[in-house]
Nanobody, 118 residues
Framework: QVQLAESGGGLVQAGGSLTLSCAASGRTFDNYHMGWFRQAPGKERELVAKIGRRGITYYADSVKGRFTISRDNAKNTVYLQMSSLKVEDTAVYYC????????????WGQGTQVTVSL
C-alpha cells in the first residue's frame, strides 16, 4: 500500500498563497495518478485537482486559474500551489493516489488543514 503524507497547510489571509506537498512511498511514483481533494465542515469531500502519470491535469471549476497541481517524480512528491485564496477554500486537504486510472483512489493521506481568514 502506498503511504502518503501531506504538509504545508496553515492559516492564511484571503488573497494569499499557500503550497501543499504530498510525499508518497513506493518506487514507482512516476506511474501513479495523483489527486488533491478537500473537505469543508458539513460538506462532502470534493476533487480539487488531479495529475496523471503523463502530467495531464484537471481542475475543479472553483479553483481553475488559482490552483496549480504539479509533480516531482524524483522526489516522489505532488504539490498544490494555491493562490488568490478565498474564505471558501477553507477545508482539510487530502492527497490520494490512483494506481490504475479510472479504478478509484487506493490510498489517502491524513489530511492537512487550510484556513483562509478575512
Amino acid at each position: 500500500q502506498v503511504q502518503l503524507a501531506e504538509s504545508g497547510g496553515g492559516l492564511v489571509q484571503a488573497g494569499g498563497s499557500l503550497t501543499l506537498s504530498c510525499a508518497a512511498s513506493g518506487r514507482t511514483f512516476d506511474n501513479y495518478h495523483m489527486g488533491w481533494f478537500r473537505q469543508a465542515p458539513g460538506k462532502e469531500r470534493e476533487l480539487v485537482a488531479k495529475i496523471g502519470r503523463r502530467g495531464i491535469t484537471y481542475y475543479a471549476d472553483s479553483v481553475k486559474g488559482r490552483f496549480t497541481i504539479s509533480r516531482d517524480n524524483a522526489k516522489n512528491t505532488v504539490y498544490l500551489q494555491m493562490s488568490s485564496l478565498k474564505v471558501e477554500d477553507t477545508a482539510v486537504y487530502y492527497c490520494a493516489v490512483e494506481l490504475i486510472a479510472g479504478r478509484g483512489y487506493d490510498s489517502w493521506g491524513q489530511g492537512t488543514q487550510v484556513t483562509v481568514s478575512l
